[in-house]
């Protein structure tokens, strides 16, 4: 059975930094995409970062492009989003998600329905 735990969400001031970790369960990893997606009260959910497990190979949307580092530790099935001057804006519930299909594709996009596993979410708050 797959699973995947996220943990590290939290209230922060704008311009603090967290960190989310994702730990993965049951699941392949190598050879997969990983992803950070996130929905905002009201909103439709997005992704915001993506890793390829096979080499490192790392994707971003443009609004958190130069602020998020997606990361992994392929010997943990673990993968962080480390996030820097946070503004309000990026105030979500932030999910884990795991690729349905194993490999390398491109062009890549943030798609939904592309990811079979989705961790329980971590909630992020940034106050102004």
């Known amino acids: 059975q797959v699973q995947l735990v996220e943990s590290g969400g939290g209230s922060v001031q704008a311009g603090g930094s967290l960190r989310l970790t994702c730990a993965a369960s049951?699941?392949?990893?190598?050879?997969?995409?990983m992803g950070w997606f996130r929905q905002a009260p009201g909103k439709e959910r997005e992704g915001v970062a993506a890793?390829?497990?096979?080499?490192?190979?790392?994707l971003y949307a443009g609004s958190v492009k130069g602020r998020f580092i997606i990361s992994q530790d392929n010997a943990k099935k673990t993968v962080y989003l480390e996030m820097i001057d946070l503004k309000p804006e990026d105030t979500a519930m932030y999910y884990c998600?795991?690729?349905?299909?194993?490999?390398?594709?491109?062009?890549?996009?943030?798609?939904?329905?592309?990811?079979?596993?989705w961790g329980q979410g971590t909630q992020v708050t940034v106050s102004s």
């Open positions: 998600a795991a690729a349905r299909r194993g490999g390398y594709y491109w062009p890549f996009v943030f798609d939904e329905a592309d990811f079979a596993y």
């Open positions: 049951g699941y392949p990893y190598s050879t997969y995409y």
């Open positions: 890793i390829y497990t096979g080499d490192g190979g790392t």
